[in-house]
């Protein structure tokens, strides 16, 4: 993409109740913009991140072998009185009235909609297990949104949905989105922790929060220092292998990790002390367990190889894949800006020509950039008029993986400079070898 046909509108300021760093960043960097309360327009740069995790979300379902489809944002109140949280849900809920009188609400949540899919299909236990998830804009009117796209009222959520003969068979279920969840954060560049958490308004008994450690959370968190160096499940992970699964799980809840709200003094004083860390952490995840909670009320029923008629066991699985995006810059950025995860960059290198009114340091700018195209590295090319300084601050306000920089002195003596904005490390280098690297790593 070449700088000065793209529309990224960098500003200075920033309004004073943007208080976190992710906040403040996707302003000054054009990625959002507030339409209402809690309410964003996703401008370019920051559509392509978010894109980029919803892939990275969709991928890692996928590979967990749940299906994707999608349910609107409106639903019939209707669904909801059946569940019984029509009432329940509070103001938290935006209801609407159509034309005719009848009730709608905009979806904080599928479970009522799902299970109301499953039931009119679903009527034999062989079409069990069977995990449906959706991408999809929920509405919470949450009553102080804040931190941007942190806590919004409308945000992007995944949200996946199990369904199974059993309780047995729906505990396979939860621990292949354990599983999956632990890749999914892994690929964002983020280190997610699973605690176990208080089921909350959706019910059910069996439950864990995925949390990111980050100074701006809205939770303490205090975790055995342990927990964060067991490695992700990893792309050949087995979601087949039931003893995998379990360990998967295992591996990390025999470490500490808890929240505020399920913190226990006594269990954490057996933590080593050297391994006690007392953080703030923000939840980017959060899974079910919830038995027959809206299967009971909603008669969502199969039939199994004895003729019985058996009651459905489910599961809730979100992700805040708006959140994430958020989060993932609160973990990665400096004083000078955002340092993007390679997976999640929106663009994978930055191309800076210093001189591009300069025939030789154009031909070679131009040249980078073609080839960084062709090889799939989806490129920003700055050939602006705009002055070095104030191109340089852009580009690592922007945080892309790689910056490559073509000017007139190093056009000269054949090199161009690459920097990795991650680490700050700066190479003069011919303009193959600084491809190579770029397109190799
Ligand atoms: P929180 O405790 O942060 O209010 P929650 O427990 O109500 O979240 P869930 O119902 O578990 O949220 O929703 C699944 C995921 O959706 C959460 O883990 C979080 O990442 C995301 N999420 C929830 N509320 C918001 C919001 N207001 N803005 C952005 N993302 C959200
Ligand atoms: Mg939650």
Known sequence: MRLSRYFIPVSKDVPADAV???HKLMLRTGMIRQSAAGIYSWLPLGFRVLKKIEQIVREEMDRAGAIEMLMPTLQSADLWQESGRYDAYGPEMLRITDRHERGLLYGPTNEEMITDVFRSYVKSYKALPLNLYHQQWKFRDEIRPRFGVMRGREFLMKDAYSFDLDEAAARVSYQKMFAAYLNTFARM????????????????DLSHEFLILADSGESAVFC??????????GAGFDFEDKAALAEEMDKRTRYYAATDEKH????WAQVPEDRRVEARGIEVGHIF???????????AEVQTADGDLVTIHGGSYGIGVSRCVASIIEASHDKNGIIWPDEVAPFGAGIISMKPDDESVAAVADETYAKLLAAGKDPLYDETADRAGPKFARMELIGLPWQVTVGPRGVKSGTVELKRRATGEKEDLSLESALNKVIGG
Do not use: H, R, W
């Open 20 to 22: 976190v760093a992710s």
């Open 224 to 233: 055995d220092k342990a927990v964060l160096d067991v490695p992700p499940p």
């Open 289 to 299: 367990y919830f038995g027959t909670k809206y299967s009971d009320p909603m008669n």
């Open 189 to 204: 560049g983020i280190t997610a922790i699973p605690m176990q958490a208080d089921p909350g308004p959706i019910g059910g």
């Open 264 to 267: 226990d003094e006594a269990a």
